[in-house]
């Protein structure tokens, strides 16, 4: 689908997905990659993520698919910074917040065998953008300032179902989290995700 197009269509809802990208040894490299790490930057309640940044992008293949995505979608802009998740086997996720970006890419990479229950493990995305007024810290963090918002505006939220070599673009500017995650058993098992942040070439999607 033509980058023009694919713009448009997050300009009027939102997101964007695209299934099966890459290639197969490129998803299992990613997905092995993350498993292995032993050297997690940021660990919460149930994941942990390893952080890359155009400075310090970890290992070669993600210099190589963050080139591909400029190139494949120009309006992203240029990458900013990212994050490998990984998640417990059972876990609530990533709380609801907005980023400081225009643009989220995420890419999932763990296989469809994995999933226990269908019914989790992708993200909800909120209909509402957090008032202009807030801090950085306001609407990436304060967990319970923004469930009060949501509640207080009604928003309504769209989930976009989990699926290996599933590549969703949407807005950051949007309200959004994790689905809960809900694998089989074993380390092998565990979700992880990718998400690489953009500048946008410009602010229409601010």
């Not at 310090?56 to 120009?74: C, H, Q, V």
């Not at 900013?80 to 990479?109: E, I, K, Q, S």
Request: glycine content about 4%; some cysteine.
């Amino acid at each position: 689908m033509h980058s023009n197009i694919v713009e448009k269509i997050i300009e009027e809802h939102r997101y964007h997905v695209e299934d099966g990208i890459f290639r197969q040894d490129v998803i299992d490299e990613l997905r092995d990659y993350a498993l292995d790490a032993d050297d997690p930057d940021d660990i919460y309640e149930d994941y942990h993520s390893l952080n890359f940044s155009p400075e310090n992008l970890r290992f070669p293949l993600l210099s190589a698919i963050i080139t591909g995505l400029e190139t494949r979608f120009p309006f992203l802009g240029h990458f900013d910074r990212g994050w490998a998740f990984v998640y417990d086997n059972n876990a609530n996720g990533v709380t609801p917040h907005a980023d400081p970006a225009c643009y989220n890419v995420n890419l999932w990479v763990t296989p469809d065998s994995s999933v226990n229950d269908p019914e989790k493990n992708g993200l909800i995305l909120y209909d509402i953008k957090p008032p202009p007024t807030w801090t950085c810290r306001e609407y990436n963090t304060d967990v319970k300032l923004i469930r009060k918002y949501l509640e207080y505006t009604r928003s309504e939220k769209t989930i976009i179902p989990y699926a290996c070599n599933r590549l969703l673009i949407f807005n950051s500017k949007y309200f959004h989290e994790t689905n809960k995650v809900s694998m089989n058993d074993g380390p092998y098992n565990r979700r992880v995700n990718y998400t690489f942040m953009f500048s946008g070439l410009n602010s229409s999607a601010g």
